[in-house]
């Protein structure tokens, strides 16, 4: 059923639940927000364009769950917490059927983390979804990705590298792993328990050592991981595929988060791990100098193939 653009602005509207700090959401030429007293405002943007974040034979539902997913992890790296966001839609056809998939995945991701959908564009145009999520933090406890520190351990959440072996490997793909490629969960209770023990953080969406890359220049210092210290989950292990190291070091699209914790904090995250809903490990440290070194079971330097995903590479 083809809509007209204010039949599809109504339709995500009806939808849209609200929050009482929205003052007015959807349907005048801004939304009104009341943002807490004493708290800063957390503002990221993402975009997903078809062919080049998706394919054709995505299911809404699933597009829909992680374009909202891939801004909300970002909100997790800053320790804050998600309020609102802005939806800007470029659709090629105005199809019902597929706005009412893809709110569903968006929905039920807005409603369990407690996200309003308060405005956003609609225009006509090849398939694209751009969201802007704001969250709100104290502004001295945001986590950043200039606070590592030499000696600092390097941290992450949860495994990588099923996304992008799901991605290679289509439908062959265990269930397992296209779950993880599909419905990424961000990681935000802890990121905010994570305020006052990381000294710096960044979520990983295109590639662990790219990432921790940009968060150790931001540092101004370097890094050493040990291969046998990097988490797999059972899935990407029992495809016992050759790719799998380069997936779990570059692959991308994992939104786990990766930090670094001082010394002084490390027993205090550690006594605190069972109230995490991730697990988490302790994959190297922060040292002087600059880049990530990435060390094999005898401690050997692991030459290595591709760092992680550029848009403009080769280009
Ligand atoms: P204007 O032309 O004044 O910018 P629009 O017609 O673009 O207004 O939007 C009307 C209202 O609908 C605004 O409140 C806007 O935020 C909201 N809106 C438009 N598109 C979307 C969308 N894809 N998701 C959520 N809200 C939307
Ligand atoms: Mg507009």
Redesign the pocket.
């Known amino acids: 059923m083809g809509l007209s653009?204010?039949a599809?602005?109504e339709r995500?509207?009806a939808r849209?639940a609200g929050r009482d700090d929205v003052l007015l959401?959807?349907?005048?030429?801004?939304?009104l927000l009341q943002p807490p007293a004493g708290q800063a405002l957390a503002v990221s943007t993402d975009t997903l364009n078809l062919g080049v974040h998706f394919s054709a034979d995505v299911v809404p539902a699933d597009l829909g769950w992680k374009a909202l997913a891939v801004n909300l992890s970002d909100l997790a790296a800053m320790a804050a917490t998600p309020a609102w966001a802005?939806?800007?839609?470029s659709l090629p056809t105005p199809d019902a059927a597929w706005l009412d998939g893809f709110l569903d995945g968006l929905l039920a991701l807005a409603t369990a983390q407690g996200v309003a959908?308060?405005?956003?564009?609609?225009t006509h145009g090849p398939l694209s979804i751009s969201l802007t999520v704001i969250g709100f933090v104290p502004a001295d406890q945001a986590l950043r990705r200039d606070g590592a520190g030499v000696g600092d351990g390097v941290w992450i959440s949860g495994t990588t590298g099923d996304a992008a072996a799901a991605l290679a490997l289509g439908d062959a793909a265990p269930a397992a792993l296209r779950e993880r490629l599909h419905r990424p969960t961000p990681r935000l209770a802890l990121g905010r328990a994570l305020r006052g023990i990381a000294s710096a953080c960044i979520d990983i969406s295109d590639g662990l050592i790219a990432d921790l890359g940009h968060l150790l220049v931001a540092s101004g210092v370097g890094a050493e991981l040990c291969i046998a210290d990097l988490p797999i989950s059972p899935a990407l292990r029992a495809l016992d595929d050759p790719r799998r190291l380069d997936w779990q070091l570059a692959g991308g699209d994992d939104y786990e988060l990766c930090f670094s914790v001082p010394a002084a904090q490390e027993a205090n995250l550690v006594a605190r791990l069972d109230e995490f809903d991730v697990a988490l490990a302790r994959i190297g440290r922060i040292v002087a100098g600059s880049g990530c070194r990435v060390l094999d079971d005898e401690g050997r330097p692991l030459p290595l193939a591709r760092a992680g995903y550029d848009h403009f590479e080769r280009r």
């Open positions: 653009e204010f599809l602005i995500i509207r849209a959401g959807i349907g005048d030429d801004a939304a802005t939806l800007s839609l959908v308060v405005g956003g564009d609609t």
